[in-house]
Structures are given as C-alpha cells and as structure tokens.
Nanobody, 115 residues
Framework: QVQLVESGGGLVQAGGSLRLSCAAS????????VRWYRQAPGSERELVAT???????NYADSVKGRFTVSRDNAKNTVFLQMTGLNPEDTAVYYC?????????WGQGTQVTVSS
C-alpha cells in the first residue's frame, strides 16, 4: 500500500508561483514513477508532469517552461514548482504513483489563479 498526500495549493494572482508537494509513505520502495495530474471543473483529468525515480521528466505542452517537477528521494517527496500561473491553471492537482500494478492517488490540492 502507498499513501500520497499533496499540499501547497492555494489562491494566487496571475503571474504568481506556487510549489506543490506530494509526500509518499507506505511501500515507497515500489514507486518508480510519479505523475502530477490536474482537473478543472467540468473537464477531464489532465496529465501535467511526470518524473521517474532517476529524475527523467516530461511535461504537458501547456506547462512546459513554466512548471518544474523534482523529487527528493531521501524525503520521499515529489514537488511541482509552478511559475507564471494563469487562470487556466486553476484546478485540483493530484499526484499519482503506480506501484505493483495498482495506481495510487492523493486527495488533491486546490490551486486557484485569479486574473
């Protein structure tokens, strides 16, 4: 079993920054990949960024150059640094980790960007 807890969301003005955290506990040794998703009201969940255990990253085109995903393996935590935020980034942000054939989700953290 893996538990994921996101934090760091909040209300920010357009152009501002936030850093989200995803803390993992439980059978963390089985986690190789962590993904950040977001879901805006009335929209499907969207993959935002991915980071492998070795640090390889991938980003959605909509956030490239603005968001940076990183991880601290010693602290079992993955971060999503978000800069240049705009109202279209408003969503609930979730981290996800597949482990031993099971996909684990955190509870999500709300990010709201005001214009």
């Amino acid at each position: 079993q893996v538990q994921l807890v996101e934090s760091g969301g909040g209300l920010v003005q357009a152009g501002g920054s936030l850093r989200l955290s995803c803390a993992a506990s439980g059978s963390i040794f089985s986690i190789n990949l962590v993904r950040w998703y977001r879901q805006a009201p009335g929209s499907e969940r969207e993959l935002v960024a991915t980071i492998s255990k070795g640090g390889t990253t991938n980003y959605a085109d909509s956030v490239k150059g603005r968001f940076t995903v990183s991880r601290d393996n010693a602290k079992n935590t993955v971060f999503l640094q978000m800069t240049g935020l705009n109202p279209e980034d408003t969503a609930v942000y979730y981290c996800h980790a597949p482990a031993r054939g099971v996909g684990y989700w955190g509870q999500g953290t709300q990010v709201t960007v005001s214009s």
